[in-house]
Structure formats: C-alpha cells, structure tokens
C-alpha cells in the first residue's frame, strides 16, 4: 500500500471525532509549529515539498501564500474552498466527513504561516452531512483550545467559521467565492488585483481547497522534502482520486502523484464494468479535455497529464465505457456548464447556451452537416475570452469531443441517431 | 515616472501611470471596440469587446481592466484579436431581437454600429432565441426597458450602485437568461434616471420621452448649456430642423449630456434634460400692443418704435427694468449698457427661480437661473440684492413707476393688477408666454438660448459658451440686438454687431471678465476673476 496522508484515519471507528484525532497523533504537529517555528518557516517548507493546488489549477501553495503584502495593516484571511461542485470530483467530502480536524489543523497551521486571525470554510450548500461534521469538529478544536484565544499553549488566536454556499458552481471559483461570502451575487471578479493583495472586504486572502490544506499537517511533520519525494516531478504528495462512471468499483483511492492511470482504473477500480471495453477517460474533473482509449498510459502528476493534452485537475477521473455516447456525454456536460454559468461575460453566457442549443438539435435529430464545425468554432470563441476559468472548463470538453470523437457526432447528424447501438442508459 | 510610453498598432504614445490601455487607445484616436467600459463609471471587464492582443501575455487581455507599462506593446488590429471580437459581437447579437427597424437606438446603436466595424458575417444561429420577460416596459418617468436587446454591460446597474447611489437595478438570473430590471415592485426614482438612456449602448433603455418621435439620423447638434437650473451644465441640442411634421412640430427634440470634468462630468439632471420644450411650446413669436379695444399684432421695428417713444417720454427715474437670469451676459450686458448707463432706468433682478431646499449634492441647484451670477455680476448686485416675490411688491407697489419693463418673469398677480391699476404701462420683454404677457400693454418677443450663440456665467463662475441650434421663431430677436434697435432710435452710441463682439467688449469693461474672449471658452469654459 503507498503512502496514505489524507486518508489514514477514513474508515476507522469515529474518526471525526477530536478524541480519535489526538488518539492518532493529531493537533501535535500545529502545537509544535505555532510553539516552534516561524511563519516564513513554515511558507519555506510548503514550498520545499512542492505541494500545489488541489482544487485543480494546480498552483504552488507555497508561492500563493508568499504573494501576502509583508508589510499589510489590514486583516488577513483565509478562505477555505469546500465549495467542490465539478463533477466527477467528490474527494474533499470524505476529508470533512471522515477527518474533519485534519482539516482544521491544516488550517491552523496555515492560517500561522500566512498571518491569518478569522479562516472562513466556504462549503457547498449540498454537502448537509458534512457541514454538520465540520461545525461539531470546531466545536471540539474551541473546546480544546486548538481554536479561539491563545491555541495550543501559543500566544497565536484564530477564529474559524463554517459559511454555507447556495448551490451554485460558480462560487467554488475563489473570486465569485469571496463575492458570495461578502453577501453578494457569485460573480468572479478581474484579476487583477489577485486575492492575495485585495480579496475578501479588500483584504489580503488566501483561498486554499481543504485537499491543499489537509496535506499541510503532514508536510510540516515529516518535512517538505519526504512530501515532494512521495510525489513526481515538480508535483509533491498524494492525490485523492475519484474515479467513477463505468468502473467495477467507483470510489476515492489515495494515490502519489506521478501514479499510473491505467493501473488506477483497471487495478484499483476494478476495471471497467461488465467487462466491456474502455472508450474515453476525463482525468481531472468534468471540466478538462477528455482521452480516448489509447491515450490513457500516463502518469497522474500534473506535467504527464498536461504532456498528454489534458490536465490533472481535481483529480477527478470519470470512465467511460464502449457503450457510451460521446454525443449524449457531451450534452449533459454542455448542460451543466450552461446552467451554471453565472451569466456576467458575453462569451460564456451566450456561447454555452448556444452549444446546449446545437446540441440538443442533434440529439432531436435536427441536426446540420455544418453543427459540428460550428460547436467547435463556437467553443473557440469562448476559450480563454472570459472573466474566469468556467469559460474555459465549458469550452475544453467541447473542442477534445468533437475532435477526438467527430465520427460519432458527424454520425448522429447524419442518421439522426447514435452511433453507439443500445447506449447504456 | 509621471510618464510610460506604451506601443498601440505600431505607433508609439505617451500615457499616465495607471491608465488603461484603452483610455490610452481613445485618447490617441485609436478606436477599440468597447460596451461595458464608460469613463464615468467603475471598469466592469464583462462585455469583452475589447480584448487586445499584450506582447508576453499568452492570452487577449481586456484592454478597459488592463493597466498601461512602461514599454508596453498592444495589438488592436491584428487577426487573432479581430477573430475574438467578432466572435464576441456574435455572442452579444445571437439573442438580441435585431429589431432595428421598430428599434429607436437605430442609428446609435452600440451593435448596428460594431457589426459594421468588425462583424459583416453572416448569422450561423439557428435557434430560437432567449424570451425574457419584459419588452417595452416602463420602469419609471423617462425611461423604457426592453430586456431582449440588453447586452447585460452593467452600465445603467453600476450608474444607480455609484453615480446616484440609488440601487434601483440589477442584473437578476444567471446565465442567458441574466436581465437587468429595477428590483420588484421599484422603480427608477432618482432625479438623474434619464442617464441610463444616454449610457445604454443598445436599445435596452429608451427614452420615453423621446420615443418614436424622430430618427436619429435627421437630428443635428448644437453643443450648449443647459438653462435648467445655476449649474450650467454642458448639452448637446439635438434638432429636428427639417422635419417640422415630426413631433408635433417641435424642432428641438432632446437635450443629451455633452461631458465636461468641472462641471457635470457625462450627466445631466431629468429636471434640466426634459425642459427643452420651452424652446418650442408657447413661445412669442410676435410683438403685441394693447390698445382700445384688444390686441394688434405689429412689426417687431413698429414695437421698438413704441418702446422708444416710451421711453423717451417717460419721466426721470420713473422708469424700472426686470432683469432676467435666463438672458445670456452679452443680452445682460446690452441691458445694461443701454438701459442702466445711458437712459438711467432702476434695474432690478428678481429671484423667481428659486427653490429653496431643491438642491441635491451633485449637480442641482436650488436657482433655477442659468446666468444668475452673470447678471448679479454685470449689475454689480451682492448675494442678497436679488430681490424676492415679496420684496418686489414692497418696492414697485409702493411708488408704481410710470413705465415697468419686464424681462422673462411672470409678476405676481396682485403685484400686477395693483401696478397696471396704477396707470403703470407694462412692457414684456420676453421668449414665452405667460399672465403677464397677456396683461402687458406691449409684447417684444425674445429668441430663447437655443436661437442664438452667447455665454452663461454658472454658479462656480464659470463662463460658459453656447452656439445657436435653431433660428429664433417668427420676429423673435436675441435681447441684445433689442437694445441694440432701441440705442438706434434713441440716438445712444452702441455698436453691437453681434455676440462675439459683445463679449469683447464685456470682457474689456468688466473686471471679472477680464481677459476672456469667446475662444478661451473652449471646449470646458473659463472662471471668471474672483469678485
């Protein structure tokens, strides 16, 4: 078995509770660091370890945390993106619902390094059973005084609260995220100016996924070079991956990065269902550009995945079996992404309601030769011309489907129906 | 560095620190296409017209949320940034109605305007379009929405957050079916409501004033100043000089803002914006004289005859004058030149366009005057001299003089009857009519501001020029070139060939003025000397 830092207390009886947590070697590592090191210390060794966004654009956590103006006089947040709302991406759920306080000590120690007083958890509305979790794990750390005045025998303070979005995707992006957590319309903002130098209420935040800071603890107990060293190339630690659509077994596997995606779907998810054949895999979330059967011998770290033409993401790895229709896939993932558009820049507001528009005019069977050009030519107006990275996540899915998998679309306006005989429902 | 040079298409420009790169573009003459961004109002970044091509930068970045560097070099004109913004323009025009022959934006119109720039492609939009709710919907006094042909650019939404402050409107939904409307069961209530239609660059919001009175392409424009009310701020005159069975006959149309930095920045009050029908409505168009048995029309030259019998015969110091603060400072200046200095008549200034507690913090002032502190300054009158309804009853209804000239203002009723009981001749000088007028035993009509070029003096003191729009009705005549008429007939050495040689000459006598001359007047005006 690899090295588990994310997922070694999942499974085990109450492992949200505060008790199995220090039972297991938790909060020893934050009470060392606020008693011990210094803020640029630590922010030294999260960059040693290369650890980087797990949200999915991959961004150095260190580096991110070094763009905080030294010198500020205004407040310093943190904000925590629980807003996990792609789909094919369910990996931070079981950190909050199965080691909540793995979580809140990343931030603790997080929160130390950056300055922070007052960490907000952004976490999607959905996620019920986890933000009941998440509040009584903060309701424990007060209790223990790992939160509030004074933590873990430091002279260091920190408030934590829990904000609950309301269901839209576009807050998980970290500008929209702010906008929603000041009380306003999630609508991303232009950067810049980043988030580090005017974010929440204008002032310097860091926005962190709860993957990036879960890892935290355990850079700052073993060292940034072992995270880097468990990792591949210039991408440190482990990945949670979530893997489902046609696999025997869908579910979160703790894998270092660098790892094999073959291995990843054919050994640990068990292969593909009913013994069929694979067809496509997107590797990091809806939202990347999707690979075709014989380009999936890669490795998970996110220059193999970006060599390959896609990207890692959020490590969200969605299987697609030979009884798929890449027509249909694409419609609903067209669909999503029209229907959270939040609506503010031409090209993603116009331009996604207008691939949905095509598309579902193929599948009714009213397709024209040229449709597929245009969807294309369409997507390409989009890519890239927008305020934030939805834009783009709409657009990606288009350009590698019609592309990769033109003959199926050109099939289906032609005859007016799939090419895939008897999709699977 | 108070200075960075940036490169735009090849051509080098200087820029400040801190200035967009498409402000810098503008300022040059280099037209980017842009919606969303205004220079009155906070960069929004959304409508993504204008995305420029940044050397070292991998993707177009927008050029209105994009900080100028020194060294620069932007590309606004090369294929890959023109394919973005054609693409851009599609996507803004794949739901928009493209009404335009029912539309009355056509022919200002944001979209019209671009696709002619950079679009001329041919619809690949085979679906239905987006269906919102509301389509030619008033939401307030001047102001009509139709949200099928917004392009969502936040103009009239960040105008109500930062200009008035109101929050009347939002955008409302996500995605293609976002709309902009005033928050349920609202409506616009601010006093500058009508700017949203000047800063739509669409025909989202029209003017319901305006609406289908005429096509834009037979106005004309004549840059002025608004007489509404002291602030003097800058419009644009648009006149219909052609067409006098559009619009029930009226040839000016609308006022629209003309921007000015000391001034009124891009706007203009609904107050001011909607009170150009005086231009056209009730107006004097000839001289009237009473006499035994009703009124006769006559000659405007028959009338000043009249006037300078009058006033010839009329004895010393029984003679008084009602200045008005509507008349330009080359009409006041002729009034005093003639009225004052040569013939020695008792000038008064009435303050009847006052309305106490009416001004707001921005641009509305409480005198409804355009030139009150032209005509305080050339009549040498202190802040208080102005005299009152009341006052004015004290002062002439006490000792009625043997001849009362009235300029513009309607005299209070009981003031009126009490001096014509007198045995008071009333002389009414003036552009509309009114009570007064009909009891006058002679009329002289006066052209309006728009028929005629001169300079208001603001509240700040700022002396500012206006340009003749129309040509004043009937026997119409600017004051001036009345006094001027009288000095003929009474023999008085005045030589007024027209407003620019008046100004001259009132820039010459009067310290304030000193040293201005109608072309130091442009384009934003110049401040007087301190009194």
């Known amino acids: 078995m690899s090295e588990r830092i994310l997922s070694k207390r999942f499974g085990l009886a109450d492992s949200h509770t505060i008790g199995v947590y220090e039972a297991t070697g938790g909060y020893a590592t934050a009470r060392r660091v606020l008693q011990e090191l210094t803020p640029a210390q630590v922010t030294d060794e999260v960059k040693k370890s290369n650890l980087r966004g797990r949200g999915g654009a991959g961004f150095p956590t260190g580096l991110k945390w070094s763009f905080i103006p030294r010198d500020t006089d205004r407040p310093v947040y943190l904000c925590v993106n629980a807003d996990e709302s792609e789909p094919g991406t369910f990996k931070d759920r079981h950190i909050m619902e199965q080691d909540p306080h793995l979580l809140l000590e990343g931030i603790i120690i997080s929160a130390y390094a950056i300055g922070c007083h007052q960490a907000y958890i952004y976490i999607r509305g959905e996620y019920i059973p986890q933000i009941r979790r998440l509040r009584a794990a903060i309701q424990e750390a007060y209790g223990r005084g790992c939160l509030g005045r004074r933590i873990l025998g430091s002279g260091f303070d920190l408030e934590v609260a829990v904000f609950t979005g309301a269901g839209a995707y576009i807050c998980g992006e970290e500008t929209a995220l702010l906008e929603s957590l000041e009380g306003k319309k999630g609508y991303p903002r232009l950067k810049p100016p980043f988030p580090a130098v005017v974010g929440l209420y204008g002032c310097p935040t860091i926005i962190n996924n709860v993957e990036t800071l879960a890892n935290v603890p355990a850079i700052l107990e073993k060292g940034g070079d072992w995270f880097a060293a468990v990792g591949a190339n210039r991408s440190g630690g482990t990945r949670l991956f979530g893997v489902s659509g046609h696999v025997t077994r869908p579910g979160v596997y703790e894998r270092p990065m660098g790892y094999s995606l073959k291995q990843l779907i054919f050994e640990d998810a068990g292969g593909i269902l009913d013994g069929r054949t694979l067809k496509a895999v997107i590797p990091g979330g809806s939202s990347v550009p999707v690979l075709r059967a014989d380009e999936i011998d890669i490795a998970l770290d996110f220059e193999s995945v970006a060599a390959a033409g896609s990207m890692l993401g959020s490590a969200g790895v969605i299987v697609m079996h030979d009884g798929t229709c890449m027509v249909r896939a694409l419609q609903r993932l067209i669909h999503f992404y029209k229907d959270e558009s939040c609506g503010q820049c031409s090209p993603c507001r116009e331009g996604t309601g207008w691939l949905l528009k095509i598309i579902n005019r193929i599948i009714r069977g009213d397709g024209r030769p040229e449709d597929v050009d245009v969807m294309r030519d369409v997507a390409e107006g989009i890519l890239g011309n927008t305020i934030c990275p939805l834009g783009d996540a709409a657009a990606l899915p288009v350009i590698s489907f019609v592309t990769k998998f033109r003959d199926e679309f050109e099939h289906f306006v032609r005859h007016k129906r799939s090419a895939v005989l008897a999709p699977v429902k | ?531």
């Not at chain 2, 009473?290 to 006769?296: F, I, P």
């Not at chain 2, 106490?356 to 030139?371: M, Q, V, W």
Request: one cysteine or more; aromatic letters at 8%; charged letters at 25%.
């Open chain 2, 1 to 531: 560095m108070d200075k960075v040079t940036v490169t735009i298409n090849g051509r080098s420009f200087e820029a400040r620190p801190g200035q967009s790169v498409l402000q810098t573009a503008l300022d040059n003459g280099i037209h980017i296409p842009h919606y969303c961004f205004h220079p009155g109002l906070p960069v929004a970044g959304n409508c993504r017209m204008c995305l420029v091509e940044i050397e070292g930068v991998p993707k177009l970045q927008i050029a209105c949320g994009t900080t100028v560097r020194d060294g620069m070099v932007i590309r606004s004109d090369n294929d890959r940034v023109r394919q973005a913004v054609r693409h851009v323009l599609e996507f803004l025009l794949i739901n928009h109605p493209v009404d335009c022959p029912v539309c009355d934006q056509a022919g200002e119109c944001g979209l019209q305007e671009y696709y002619m720039l950079v679009g001329r492609y041919d619809s690949r939009f085979a679906e239905n379009k987006v269906v919102k709710h509301k389509k030619a919907s008033p939401i307030g006094r001047w102001v009509m929405l139709d949200q099928e042909r917004c392009i969502l650019c936040s103009r009239c939404v960040r105008f109500t957050r930062e200009i008035t402050k109101t929050n009347e409107m939002a955008i409302f939904n996500r995605g293609d079916h976002a709309e902009i409307d005033v928050f349920p069961g609202g409506e616009l209530h601010n006093r500058y409501s009508a700017n949203i239609v000047d800063i739509c660059p669409v025909g989202a919001l029209t003017c319901r004033d305006f609406r289908f009175r005429c096509r834009v392409w037979y106005l004309k424009q004549a840059p002025s100043v608004c007489p509404g009310c002291a602030r003097g701020c800058n419009i644009a005159i648009h006149f219909n000089p052609e067409r006098p069975h559009h619009a029930g006959g009226r040839r000016v149309l609308r006022f629209k803002p003309r921007p000015n930095p000391h001034v009124n920045a891009f706007w203009l009050c609904d107050d001011g914006r909607y009170s150009y029908p005086f231009i056209d409505d009730h107006r004097l168009r000839f001289a009237a004289l009473r006499e035994e048995g009703g009124v006769r029309q006559l000659y405007l030259r028959d009338a000043l005859d009249r006037l300078a019998d009058w006033l010839r015969s009329a004895h010393a110091g029984r003679t008084a004058y009602l200045l008005s603060a509507d008349a330009s400072n080359e009409e006041l200046f002729a009034a005093r030149k003639l009225l004052r200095d040569a013939l020695g008549v008792r000038c008064l200034l009435p303050d009847t366009g006052l309305r106490t507690g009416d001004a707001d913090d921005f641009l509305i002032c409480e005198d409804k005057h355009p030139n009150s502190r032209g005509a305080r300054i050339l009549f040498g009158l202190g802040e208080s001299d102005p005299v009152s309804p009341e006052r004015l009853e004290a002062v002439l209804g006490a000792e009625p003089p043997e001849l009362l000239l009235v300029n513009r203002a309607d005299l209070p009723g009981p003031l009126r009857d009490k001096i014509l009981a007198a045995g008071t001749r009333l002389v009414f000088l003036g552009t509309n009519d009114n009570a007064t007028a009909a009891a006058a035993h002679l009329v002289v009509p006066l052209a309006v501001f728009a028929e005629q070029a001169g300079t208001f003096t603001n509240i700040e003191g700022r002396v500012q020029k206006f340009e003749l729009a129309v040509p004043p009705l009937g026997d119409a005549a600017p004051e001036w070139s009345v006094h001027q008429g009288l000095a003929e007939r009474l023999s008085v050495d005045l030589a007024f060939p027209g407003p620019a040689a008046i100004f001259h000459q009132l820039a010459a006598e009067v310290d304030a003025f000193r040293g201005l001359s109608h072309e130091s007047l442009t384009p934003h005006g110049a401040m007087i000397r301190h009194e």
